[in-house]
């Protein structure tokens, strides 16, 4: 059989193979080697996850120091804060007692003045069933308040009581309430640990209310004007 010599195709006799008409027919398949191993791609190369394991030996430390200094600073600054506070309290009470002192003093100097009798031995207080022995009548007691609230700023609302001698307050306490145990006093001042009690000089104090102190105070106040002592020691 004649073949083609332009495609190569089988042609029969006097044909004219159409691959000179440009009419070029698909190629054939190649027939394939059983034999033969098929081709692959090369495998592409996985980009490797960078370790972060020398992040987290920096981290981790970084952290518990800082938990570790915080716990430090907290247990050094809190409880100085605490007292701070505290502290500034326990001034604010005695600085509102001086007031109270002078106040009282201050008024008793005008009835004096004004031929008021305020001889002897006699508490006043912010509240009226706490007075003791008080020299004057109610009409001078209601003119004592007044002039009180004049001298004496209680911008807080707090309670006071004041002892009075002859005639001059010699002992003052004051506080938020008859309750509190933040309790400021003259001329014996409180500390953070107590009140100072009248005519009572220790190094040791405790914590006491107003009442408290109003009682333990006005015992020995009362019995003062039969005492030749000035002081009593403990």
């Given at each position: 059989?004649?073949?083609?010599?332009?495609?190569?195709?089988?042609?029969?006799?006097?044909?004219?193979?159409?691959?000179?008409?440009?009419?070029?027919?698909?190629p054939q398949p190649q027939p394939m080697n059983p034999?033969?191993?098929?081709?692959?791609?090369?495998?592409?190369?996985?980009?490797?996850?960078q370790s972060l394991w020398w992040i987290w030996l920096i981290i981790v430390p970084v952290v518990l120091l800082i938990l570790f200094m915080g716990g430090i600073l907290a247990?050094?600054?809190?409880?100085?804060?605490?007292?701070?506070?505290?502290?500034?309290?326990?001034?604010s009470a005695n600085s509102s007692a001086t007031s109270v002192y002078k106040a009282v003093n201050?008024?008793?100097?005008?009835?004096?003045?004004?031929?008021?009798?305020?001889?002897?031995?006699?508490?006043?207080?912010?509240?009226?069933?706490?007075?003791?022995?008080?020299?004057?009548?109610?009409?001078?007691?209601?003119?004592?308040?007044?002039?009180?609230?004049?001298?004496?700023?209680?911008?807080?609302?707090?309670?006071?009581?004041?002892?009075?001698?002859?005639?001059?307050?010699?002992?003052?306490?004051s506080a938020e309430s008859w309750s509190s145990k933040t309790v400021g006093t003259y001329p014996n001042r409180a500390t953070v640990d107590g009140p100072g009690l009248y005519d009572t000089y220790t190094a040791s104090r405790y914590k006491m209310s107003l009442s408290e102190v109003y009682n333990k105070s006005s015992d020995?106040?009362?019995?003062?004007?039969?005492d030749e002592s000035s002081y009593v020691y403990y």
């Open positions: 059989m004649p073949f083609c010599e332009y495609c190569g195709r089988p042609v029969r006799e006097n044909e004219v193979c159409n691959c000179r008409s440009g009419n070029v027919p698909p034999y033969a191993q098929p081709a692959y791609a090369a495998p592409q190369a996985q980009p490797q996850k247990a050094i600054f809190v409880p100085t804060y605490i007292g701070y506070k505290e502290k500034s309290k326990v001034t201050t008024v008793l100097t005008e009835f004096d003045e004004e031929g008021v009798n305020i001889d002897g031995y006699f508490i006043v207080s912010s509240d009226g069933l706490n007075n003791w022995n008080v020299p004057f009548d109610d009409e001078r007691l209601d003119d004592f308040y007044i002039r009180m609230n004049r001298y004496y700023e209680n911008k807080g609302g707090n309670e006071w009581f004041a002892f009075v001698e002859k005639g001059i307050c010699v002992y003052t306490a020995t106040f009362s019995h003062k004007e039969n």
